[in-house]
C-alpha cells in the first residue's frame, strides 16, 4: 500500500468537536494531500503539503486546517466537527507532485452526529 | 481550473467481453496528465493507467488501455476481456501544472462498472 497509514479508519464523532486525522508515509515523498470523497462528488481536494510546514488549501478546504512539521506527517484538523464533514477522507503522496502517480491511503471513514 | 466529466454513472459488462468507460475534461493547461483510478469495494484507490497529454500514443497496461482525443477533450478507458475482478468504481482525474506543481488531481463522480458472470 506504497507505504501509508491512515488513523484512526473510522470514527464517530459528535457535532462541534474537534477532529484530527493523521496520515503517515514511510516514502519520505515531498508531497502530501488529503481528499474528501462524497457520494456524487468523485473525490475533491482539502488541502495539500510541498515540503514540511509548507501547505496550501484546495477546492474544499472551509472548515479544515492541517500540518506538517515532519516529512512522514500530515495532519488534517476539524476544529468543529459539522454533519457537512460526515465522509470518507484520503491521504495522497507523490514524490513529484501531481503530474506523478498518487498513491492513495485507505481511507478514514468520519462520521459526525 | 479543470474539471472531469464522467456522463456515465453505471456500466454493465458480460465476463470476458469488451466495455469502454467515457471521460470528457475541460482544462485550459497546456501541459497536462490524464489517469484512470479504480475503487473496488475494498475503498482502495488504484492507478489502473496514467496518460502524458504531450503524448499522442495512447497509453496501455495490459488488458487496460485509453483513447486519447485531445482535440475533443476526450479519455475514455477501454477494458478488454473483463473479468470478475474488474468490478469496481472507476474515475478519471486530471491535473494541469498551473505553476505550482503541486496541485492536487480533478476526479470525475465515478463509473460503477458491473461484471455480469
Known amino acids: 500500500d506504497a507505504g501509508i497509514t491512515q488513523s484512526p479508519r473510522h470514527k464517530v464523532t459528535e457535532t462541534g468537536t474537534p477532529v484530527t486525522l493523521r496520515c503517515h508515509q514511510t516514502?519520505?515523498?515531498?508531497?502530501m494531500y488529503w481528499y474528501r470523497q462524497d457520494p456524487g462528488h468523485g473525490l475533491r481536494l482539502i488541502h495539500y503539503s510541498y515540503g514540511v510546514k509548507d501547505t496550501d488549501k484546495g477546492e474544499v478546504s472551509d472548515g479544515y486546517s492541517v500540518s506538517r512539521s515532519k516529512t512522514e506527517d500530515f495532519l488534517l484538523t476539524l476544529e468543529s466537527a459539522t454533519s457537512s464533514q460526515t465522509s470518507v477522507y484520503f491521504c495522497?503522496?507523490?514524490?513529484?507532485?501531481?503530474?506523478?502517480?498518487?498513491?492513495f491511503g485507505a481511507g478514514t471513514r468520519l462520521s459526525v452526529l | 481550473a479543470q474539471t472531469v466529466t464522467q456522463s456515465q454513472p453505471e456500466m454493465s459488462v458480460q465476463e470476458a467481453e469488451t466495455v469502454t468507460l467515457s471521460c470528457t475534461y475541460d482544462?485550459?493547461?497546456?501541459?497536462?496528465?490524464l489517469f484512470w483510478y479504480k475503487q473496488p469495494p475494498s475503498r482502495q484507490m488504484i492507478l489502473v493507467i496514467r496518460q502524458e497529454a504531450y503524448k499522442q500514443q495512447n497509453a496501455t497496461e495490459n488488458r487496460f488501455s485509453v483513447n486519447f482525443q485531445k482535440a475533443a477533450k476526450s479519455f475514455s478507458l477501454k477494458i478488454s476481456d473483463s473479468q470478475l475482478g474488474d468490478a469496481a468504481m472507476y474515475f478519471c482525474a486530471t491535473w494541469g501544472y498551473s505553476g505550482g506543481g503541486a496541485d492536487g488531481l480533478t476526479f470525475g463522480k465515478g463509473t460503477h462498472l458491473i461484471i455480469q458472470p
Open positions: 482544462t485550459s493547461e497546456s501541459d497536462y496528465y
Open positions: 495522497a503522496i507523490s514524490p513529484q507532485g501531481g503530474q506523478n502517480i498518487q498513491y
Open positions: 516514502e519520505n515523498h515531498r508531497y
